[in-house]
């Protein structure tokens, strides 16, 4: 499939890396040269130097023969216009990055049908949605659900005092219905087999029947109650105004802090009971008179990866229970997990998940990429006529890296055994590592 990408910032370059690793043929538009030759000199794919949005670029870049194109500027405008154009010159399917909330609010699709965008994705509502997911399971440094919630996966770190450690994965005693499908030990993402064990501070992946996991993550609880009640928020740009509205509708205890004035007045609109500060977040003083140390959550959310590590790390020295750190640089996670910050989270990959599920096989349903784009996990719909029908899972001959994690078939979950088959419309849970992806989605669009 032809598919042309209008801006190569961080987003557009992994939307571009994983759809050309999918054979698709990609071009990308940037006007930013030094952002085009990142690209260019990196992935395997054509860049045109020029403006996405204009009818010309579009048609030198071969917009006509073009199936989708994907609008991921940091400019709304841009990515709106650009998707108009496509549309007029005939692209089928066209998803653009919207960010301003005046753009988004609901009601505006109706409009985005006019402008010709397909798909409007806003990442920090996005990164709202995703960290308010996180704090409704605390014990897990990510979560993620699959087959309409049925299906869950987990990550978790292992204490020095888990009784797991030490113990073969084919002798641990797990419950029903749950298996270990990852282990990241030392920035790198295992495929465990039966005689692997686990190892402290091991990040360790879950994947199982979400009611089995909900039981089973308690064995994980640090000791206060696992219910969150009072929640910190440090930033009230554009992510933290949403996660506010969402956790003061819930009905959390919640305060927020930002240096910028008219931050704090704009998110002040927003709310009706929750406390918003003016005020430094690495100032102690005034952390400890606001009661930080009392914090069951602090998360941190401001466009400075140092400041939010700083202001994490502090407020967990006063006694903050777990923190949770937004990251522009995928670099800094594994320093921030290091140093004892709970949870890390890339608005710029959460993003790109999104938009790559949309963007691939109509067959993928869900998909998410996993610790720094190491890994990824999709549930993917077996058509009515792929050649895995019938055949049992241990007779295929899967990549090593990849594991079938679940099955849902008629409304039954099922954790399958080597010698289960894969039938017409059952949706399948995959873990398998970056590398081989493609290599894997291959062999569930072989048609038969």
Do not use: C, P, W, Y
């Given at each position: 499939m032809r598919i042309i990408i209008v801006g190569a910032g961080k987003v557009g370059y992994a939307i571009a890396k994983h759809l050309s690793e999918d054979n698709n043929d990609v071009v990308v538009i940037e006007e930013d040269d030094s952002?085009?030759?990142?690209?260019?000199?990196?992935?395997?794919?054509?860049?045109?130097s020029g403006n996405g949005a204009s009818a010309s670029a579009l048609i030198e870049a071969g917009v006509k023969e073009t199936e989708m194109l994907l609008a991921v500027t940091d400019s709304?405008?841009?990515?709106?216009?650009?998707c108009m154009t496509a549309k007029r010159l005939g692209v089928s399917r066209t998803i653009a990055r919207i960010r301003k909330e005046e753009y988004v609010q609901e009601g505006d699709l109706?409009?985005?049908?006019?402008?010709?965008?397909?798909?409007?994705?806003n990442p920090e509502l996005v990164t709202a949605l995703e960290i308010n997911k996180i704090l409704n399971a605390p014990n897990n440094l990510d979560i993620e659900d699959f087959a309409d919630g049925r299906v869950r996966m987990l990550e978790i770190r292992l204490k020095e005092t888990s009784k797991m450690i030490?113990?073969?994965?084919?002798?641990?005693?797990?419950p029903k219905d749950i298996l270990v499908a990852g282990i990241m030990r030392d920035n790198k993402i295992i495929i465990p087999r039966g005689s692997d064990c686990l190892k402290p501070m091991?990040?360790?992946?879950?994947?199982?029947?979400?009611k089995a996991l909900e039981g089973f993550e308690t064995r994980f609880s640090s000791g206060r109650s696992t219910k969150l009640s009072k929640i910190f928020i440090v930033g009230a740009g554009r992510?933290?105004?949403y996660l506010a509205v969402m956790l003061e509708n819930a009905g959390y205890n919640l305060k927020i802090i930002d240096n910028d004035k008219q931050r704090c007045e704009m998110i002040g609109k927003l709310l009706k009971q929750s406390l918003v500060l003016h005020g430094d977040a690495t100032d102690k003083e005034l952390l400890v008179e606001e009661g930080i140390g009392q914090a069951d959550a602090v998360i941190c959310l401001?466009?400075?990866d140092k400041l939010n590590m700083l202001a994490a790390l502090l407020a967990k020295n006063l006694g903050a229970e777990r923190s949770l750190v937004k990251v522009g640089k995928v670099d800094y996670i594994p320093l921030m997990e290091q140093v004892g910050i709970d949870a890390t989270f890339t608005p710029q990959l959460i993003t790109a998940g999104t938009i790559l599920r949309m963007a691939r096989s109509e067959d993928i349903l869900t998909m998410s990429l996993i610790e720094k784009d190491l890994a990824e996990a999709m549930e993917i719909m077996i058509a009515e006529n792929s050649s895995l029908i019938g055949v049992p899972l241990k007779e295929v001959k899967f990549p090593k890296g990849c594991l079938i994690g679940a099955i849902m078939r008629n409304n039954e979950i099922i954790i399958p055994r080597g010698d289960d088959c894969l039938l017409?419309?059952?949706?399948?849970?995959?873990?398998?590592?970056?590398?081989?992806?493609?290599k894997v989605l291959s062999l569930f669009k072989d048609r038969g």
């Open positions: 952002r085009r030759e990142i690209v260019q000199n990196n992935l395997d794919v054509m860049t045109l709304d405008e841009v990515n709106m216009i650009a109706a409009l985005n049908a006019m402008l010709g965008i397909d798909v409007a994705i030490g113990i073969s994965l084919a002798d641990l005693e797990l091991d990040q360790v992946i879950f994947l199982g029947e979400t992510v933290g105004r401001t466009e400075d017409a419309k059952d949706r399948v849970v995959v873990f398998v590592l970056h590398d081989i992806a493609k």
